[in-house]
């Protein structure tokens, strides 16, 4: 049974930095394709990040380039999301999804593409 488990969120100040962790059990991973998203009260739901298990490739949202980045350690089914620089504006929940393809969505990190989800973990960027 598919599992998804995020944690590492909680208070930064502008400019700090977080790392969110996501734990994928239940499926074999090189066979998925893993996102971040986030959401705030009232708005759709924002794709940030994706990244192929098996070959490592990723993609990012405007808004996080350069200061996001997303990586992968196999031997833990596990999936970060390096948050620098951080601004209030990324204050939100943040959700790992699962998509079963091995690639990510190749014309944006959409929700639709992905079957399932965590049930998020709240960062807030505050002084």
């Known amino acids: 049974q598919l599992q998804i488990v995020e944690s590492g969120g909680g208070l930064v100040q502008p400019g700090g930095s977080l790392r969110l962790s996501c734990v994928v059990s239940?499926?074999?991973?090189?066979?998925?394709?893993i996102g971040w998203f986030r959401q705030t009260p009232g708005q759709e739901r924002e794709g940030v990040s994706c990244?192929?298990?098996?070959?490592?490739?990723?993609n990012y949202a405007d808004s996080v380039k350069a200061r996001f980045t997303i990586s992968r350690d196999k031997a833990k089914d596990t999936v970060y999301l390096q948050m620098n620089s951080l601004k209030p504006e990324d204050t939100a929940v943040y959700y790992c999804?699962?998509?079963?393809?091995?690639?990510?969505?190749?014309?944006?990190?959409?929700?639709?593409?992905?079957?399932?989800w965590g049930q998020g973990t709240q960062v807030t960027v505050a002084s």
């Open positions: 999804a699962v998509r079963g393809f091995s690639h990510c969505p190749e014309d944006g990190i959409k929700n639709p593409y992905f079957g399932s």
């Open positions: 990244i192929s298990m098996s070959s490592g490739s990723t």
């Open positions: 239940g499926v074999i991973l090189d066979y998925y394709s």
